[in-house]
């Protein structure tokens, strides 16, 4: 109704207002209820995901370690089986060769009984069967015997090696701030020199031009210090350029070239010849002939 104290307003504009239904604090209460349940829900599904991806990467884990192990251990037992091939076909160690021998031995006594205890046998085939045993055991040792000739010569080419190696090896010095350094000395180099020179010796491949070529070489080498052993060694180069010159062959001449490299690694292991060589000495370093103590001419 309109009043006629107050100024006229205008009308526009003007909406009905309409109250909504009431909400009072229960329903409130059961509504927070509702939602928190949802959350809970969501909440628990979102954990059980992440503990389900948690246990799937671990189960993953579990069988890519489970497949690394079974690997290794299969690589091991290869190497494994491998070694013990190799320690039969090529024995180097004194294990290997009482392994072969004791393997020969249970040959053997397996086959002696088994030989004596065959009823289909006579008494003079079974003497027959033994005595061809025993000539079986007879090539067989005979075969450990060539076989550790051939490890004893391949152990001392070996050592041999790494000594000339160790004699060769440059110097390294730490410096203080704590790099290192590593110095090629006139001494090493000179080592260096020496194990090229015996490497080329025991190469069986050289041509005529290159192993007269390498004679020579070892000869200016060893001449730097005239004695005894020196002289040997010039010696023998000197005969075996001849014999080539003349024609000979290599197989011929096996047993010289041989002694003409164990003379020139006895010069290389003196130290007054090669210093490199004096901290593998523990004796007195060379004989009035310029020898070292324990080489033994024969």
């Known amino acids: 109704m309109p009043r006629h104290d107050l100024a006229e307003l205008t009308k526009d504009g003007d909406r009905a207002l309409t109250p909504r239904p009431y909400f009072s604090s229960a329903d409130r209460d059961a509504l927070v209820t509702e939602k928190v349940i949802v959350i809970q829900s969501h909440t628990r599904g979102m954990l059980a995901r992440i ?3 948690h246990l799937r990467a671990e189960r993953y884990k579990l069988e890519k370690q489970r497949q690394c192990e079974e690997e ?3 690589i091991e037992d290869e190497l494994m089986r491998r070694r013990e091939v190799e320690r039969r076909l090529h024995p180097r160690t004194y294990d290997d060769f009482i392994t072969l ?3 020969v031995e249970a040959w053997r006594l397996n086959e002696t009984k088994r030989i004596k205890e065959c009823e289909d046998m006579g008494k003079e085939e079974k003497h027959a069967a033994l005595r061809e045993l025993l000539s079986k055991e007879v090539k067989l040792l005979q075969t450990v015997d060539r076989l550790k000739i051939h490890a004893r010569k391949y152990n001392r080419n070996t050592k041999i090696n790494k000594k000339l190696e ?3 090896r440059p110097k390294v010095w730490t410096q203080s701030d704590g790099d290192s350094t590593i110095v090629h000395t006139p001494s090493t180099t000179r080592a260096k ?3 090229d020179l015996y490497r080329a010796l025991r ?3 050289l041509t005529t031009n290159e192993r007269l070529d390498l004679l020579l070489h070892v000869k200016w080498a060893v001449m730097e210090f ?3 052993l020196t002289s040997d060694i010039a010696e023998l180069l000197d005969r075996e350029a001849d014999l080539i010159n003349r024609g000979r062959g290599s197989s011929s001449m096996k047993g010289l070239r041989e002694r003409i490299a164990n003379l020139f690694f006895d010069f290389i292991n003196t ?3 090669n210093p490199e060589a004096q901290p593998f000495h523990r004796m007195p370093k060379m004989d009035a002939n310029g020898y070292p103590y324990a080489h033994v001419v024969a």
């Open 193 to 195: 020199e020496f194990m």
């Open 72 to 74: 290794e251990a299969r």
């Open 51 to 53: 503990r389900c991806r």
């Open 203 to 205: 190469l069986t491949t």
């Open 166 to 168: 160790a004699m060769a």
């Open 226 to 228: 005239p004695c005894k």
């Open 271 to 273: 130290p007054e010849f």
């Open 101 to 103: 021998y004791s393997e």
